[in-house]
């Protein structure tokens, strides 16, 4: 067999559309055109009538991450395998070291799990203390490894989150190696404070997880941020945005002329805090931080996406089971482990949503799902295009399909899907990763350990 070839589809970019035939061989795009002549024995992909996007990038999972006692359930392999199904081809990871803990230690803990994934992979570097020896490993890391994106947590005071001065030290030395920073952005004292009096005054449900984390605690944490990176001269990139405060804090800053990325989620465009109200402990399933947001929120990160403020949809899919892992916190809404599915199902509900509802455009469908989350973090044109010399990972997207969201039938290692019973017009039918096809008409065909590690510039 040499190399397969995706005829008679409409190619979609973040500029145009066009019909043309793609002919990957040996990992990459060879050629592009009408009525293309490969070699034969090219396996053919027919898709005449369908899309064909760049593969999607996740830039936000954390796959089998140790967290609040337990390990997120999707590993590398079922994690990537799953966001294969959903037309996801690559991912970016994070590598959490433990406060005190040597990023190097934490790199090669991550590097090792991380070698059963079945698609390609990059990692960004959590800096969760600082001193001069971390100072030093991020320096060592983005030499050696190719991590040119770190990671902090305003939140989780005490345990990953860092303070004011760490942070500043954080985003002065990325910006020396011309790194970007990138922010969990929840005022952590101000969430703790809040956990103890709810917990003291016996709210220890679900919903009161919400309640422990406003929208406003977000918007302070947001233009914080924002400032910190303002005075050291650095852009900054604000992870899962969820709410109004944090938006108004992005334009004031992009009026003043402050270089601000924005990634925000579907379940943040798509859910409202009425999830949290749902009888018997269901309500832990949509348990994560920042929590899902009251009505109105929604319509505020719509209208950011359609007016290009927002510049990536990642999933920040951190599966935990319901039955042994949620239920954790059965007794107390600061013991659930945070965090929910969501890699498999975020470009059908992106086109879904997105763009047959008229929110946004298929170009920019495109752009925030696959192209700028390679441009920010350094793999385009590598990743995130359909052109000659790119990585041959491309989705053909049937518009004529639909299907309902269910846990029955997702790939993800969990038995509850945040999305359950969400009808999503198209669906993918093919998913080619490096040259093969990895998914198509349902059929998975992954291989374990095909994945390669993403140096990134
Ligand atoms: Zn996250």
Redesign the pocket.
Known sequence: MSGVVIRGGEIITPLDRYHADVYCDEGVIKAIGPDLDVPKGAEVVDAGGQLVFPGGIDA?T?MELPFMGTVSADDFFTGTAAGVAGGTTSIID?IIPSRGQSLLEARDFWMSNAEKACADYGFHMAVTWFNEQVEKEMRQVHHEDGISSFKTFMAYIGAIGVDDDELIGVIDTAGSLGALVTT?CEHGLAVQSLQRKLVAAGKTAPKYHPQSRPSWVEGEATNRAITLARCSGQPIYI??LTCKESMDAVIRARQEGVMVFVETCPQYLLLDDSVYDKPDFEGAAYVMSPPIRPLGHQEVLWNALAAGLIHHVAT?H?PFRQADQKVMGKDDFTKIPN?AAGIENRMALMYTYGVAKGRISIHQFVDVCCTQPAKIFGLYPRKGAIRVGADADIVVYDPARSSVISAKTHHHHVDRNIFEGFAIEGGVSHTIVGGKVAFKDGDLRVERGAGRYLRRT
């Open positions: 936000h954390h994070f969990h992870v899962h920040d951190c965090g």
